[in-house]
């Protein structure tokens, strides 16, 4: 394998299938619904590129003007930034849950560590965006 490239796996498609999350936060839904459709967009770039997964990159002419360790590079790590913070947002959906059940139950300390937990995710994923941004390029037009 050419050590220039990095190899990236494939989203398994189950994974690409899976239930979608309820957020309190309309604000987090739509964040959430843009990750998953990004991730989307970045796997099909990848798989576009004929010998990303090996390393063994035959170039196509549309991407002459490219370095094209460089795109998979960012590209799989931006891949792997929005998997996380997708499941960050899955992982709010949960303790938001968590809160509510507490809540219902009168169970005043569990509904104080949902708040802190979803506190904590919350910075997780600003922290995340963040180095989304660093990594992210912009990814060619078909």
Not at 14 to 37: G, M
Not at 79 to 108: G, H, N
Request: proline letters at 4%; zero cysteines.
């Amino acid at each position: 394998m050419n050590s220039n490239f990095v190899s990236y796996a494939p989203i398994p498609e189950e994974e690409t299938n899976d239930a979608t999350f309820e957020l309190s936060s309309h604000r987090e839904q739509a964040r959430y619904k843009d990750l998953k459709d990004e991730a989307k967009e970045i796997q099909t770039i990848l798989d576009d590129i004929p010998g990303w997964q090996t390393g063994n990159i035959s170039i196509p002419a549309r991407y002459t003007e490219m370095n094209l360790a460089f795109l998979s590079e960012r590209l799989g790590a931006a891949q792997s930034i929005v998997d996380d913070l997708i499941k960050l947002y899955e992982a709010i959906a949960d303790s938001e849950q968590d809160a509510r059940e507490a809540d219902d139950a009168d169970d005043s300390d569990g509904v104080e560590e949902a708040e802190e937990e979803l506190e904590i995710l919350r910075e997780l994923i600003e922290k995340k965006d963040d180095r989304l941004q660093h990594h992210k390029v912009r990814y060619p037009d078909y």
